[in-house]
């Protein structure tokens, strides 16, 4: 019959998968600590944004920029002249004199047609590339309010997971004490006992501070203080890893933010070429004149004026040759970024892969019968057929593989969200993505 100490240690192995799967606190819709809410992914986005002030001042560029539209196709302000000659007193007219007289002139200037046209159409594109702009902006804060989730989510588990197995090590520390006390046991295994004991309150000083500082990070992207405590995070449910990495590269090459803002920018250079090679032609101009003199009917007077683009040479032609580079510039930009596109679709793709492969290994392999390895080192340990080291060693090896699994899926859910940010596809809920439950029933 197994003593009371060996059915202690085996009911908390037994135990330690489940503990770290028990459903956690009631939902809730704040990030805040409490007894009964959670920290939803969701709400930590959607907060990341509300309260992103970088988000806000793109959206008060684009809201700028569309005050400048009707500034862009607007004529230019007419002028007003009045004067006078003869008299040195201001607008007097001297008798009997033809010469002497006052007047007005009203003038405007009139741009070649087509003119006002492209540039409220370069206009509407430096609007379109802010929007474009603000969406980049609006994927990275959801990327990094989903990395900072993750890591958070992976610490915590991390840390609860080395808390169990500290409890695992003194229970067994007491068994060996126990041992020994009745002569069954050498004090080293005692000894030895207490001493990974010790190295694990290393490991959790280490992941508490890992924790802290995650939590730091959150509460930095909700803009408030870093000392703000938060709810744990919820369970996560592994997402679906895309099938084909095909489909990932053109829906990346047809959705990716940074390419949008530069096909915008091609989209200006070009409209930009056409208005420097409509600077060619001349501009208009009308003036009115209204003169009142001595003795004599008033005088109206009509002036047409045109302008010549004589020195084109050194002006209009260097402004269209400076135009036509910088849409080649922009282009070669949008073409090396498709080139980046695919290695970071490429590689992002890749991590999930491994990490969906490995999760795999440790919830349905590794886990399982490691913490089988040691239930029989345990029991040939309690029985004298056993030593110390074959259960401390099991232990040790069932707490890293535990973290690793958090790892891979924190690693797993981040290599998603990349792969989301690139593009604007919201990964599915996978419930046949191997979750560390399932090996703790199998077991």
């Known amino acids: 019959m197994k003593s009371p100490w060996l059915c202690?240690?085996?009911?908390?192995s037994s135990a330690t998968w489940a503990w770290s799967q028990q459903a956690g606190p009631q939902a809730g819709g704040n990030v805040n600590a409490s007894n009964s809410q959670v920290l939803h992914l969701d709400d930590l986005v959607r907060q990341a944004l509300d309260k992103s002030v970088e988000a806000q001042s793109a959206l008060h560029t684009i809201e700028a920029m569309k005050h400048h539209l009707p500034q862009a196709q607007a004529l230019p302000d007419p002028t007003v002249a009045v004067g006078w000659a003869g008299n040195p007193a201001p607008f007097s007219i001297m008798a009997r004199d033809a010469s002497s007289y006052r007047g007005a002139t009203v003038s405007e200037q009139f741009p070649y047609p087509g003119k006002l046209k492209l540039q409220g159409a370069i206009a509407g594109k430096d609007v379109e590339a802010a929007q474009a702009a603000y969406e980049a902006i609006r994927r990275r804060i959801i990327l990094e309010a989903k990395t900072a989730y993750y890591e958070y989510f992976y610490d915590r588990k991390a840390l609860q997971t080395a808390q169990h197995n500290k409890e695992l090590l003194e229970t067994l520390t007491q068994l060996a004490e126990s041992?020994?006390?009745?002569?069954?046991?050498?004090?080293?295994?005692?000894?030895?006992?207490?001493?990974?004991?010790?190295?694990?309150?290393?490991?959790?000083?280490?992941?508490?501070?890992?924790?802290?500082?995650?939590?730091?990070?959150?509460n930095t992207l909700l803009v408030r203080s870093v000392e703000t405590p938060l709810a744990p995070a919820e369970e996560l449910q592994p997402a679906t890893i895309p099938d084909s990495i095909e489909q990932l590269y053109t829906s990346s090459a047809e959705n990716d933010a940074a390419k949008a803002i530069q096909e915008k920018q091609i989209e200006r250079d070009r409209l930009s070429v056409k208005l420097a090679e409509r600077q060619l032609r001349p501009d208009f101009g009308v003036s009115y004149m209204l003169q009142q003199r001595a003795d004599q009917a008033t005088m109206n007077g009509l002036t047409f004026s045109v302008s010549i683009p004589v020195f084109n040479k050194t002006k209009q032609r260097?402004?269209?040759?400076?135009?036509?580079?910088?849409?080649?510039?922009?282009?070669?930009?949008?073409?090396?970024?498709l080139n980046q596109i695919r290695y970071e679709v490429k590689q992002q793709y890749l991590v999930a892969t491994a990490?969906?492969?490995?999760?795999?290994?440790?919830?349905?392999?590794?886990?399982?019968?490691?913490?089988?390895?040691?239930?029989?080192?345990l029991a040939?340990?309690?029985t004298g057929k056993g030593d110390m080291q074959s259960a401390l060693a099991n232990i040790s090896t069932l707490l890293n593989y535990e973290t690793d699994y958090y790892r891979q899926l924190a690693d797993y859910q981040t290599?998603?969200?990349?792969?989301?940010?690139?593009?604007?596809?919201?990964?599915?809920?996978?419930?046949?993505?191997?979750?560390?439950a399932a090996a703790t029933k199998e077991k």
Request: net charge neutral.
């Open 318 to 337: 260097p402004a269209i040759a400076e135009a036509a580079e910088n849409l080649i510039s922009a282009e070669k930009s949008r073409d090396s970024r």
């Open 8 to 12: 202690a240690v085996l009911a908390v």
């Open 415 to 436: 290599a998603l969200a990349r792969i989301e940010s690139l593009t604007n596809a919201t990964p599915s809920a996978s419930p046949s993505t191997p979750a560390i």
């Open 355 to 377: 990490a969906n492969k490995l999760m795999t290994l440790y919830s349905k392999g590794v886990i399982p019968q490691t913490s089988l390895a040691y239930e029989s080192s």
């Open 179 to 218: 041992q020994y006390r009745v002569g069954k046991a050498s004090q080293s295994d005692v000894l030895r006992s207490q001493v990974e004991v010790s190295l694990l309150l290393e490991k959790l000083i280490v992941l508490e501070e890992q924790r802290d500082e995650a939590q730091a990070r959150i």
């Open 380 to 382: 040939a340990y309690q």
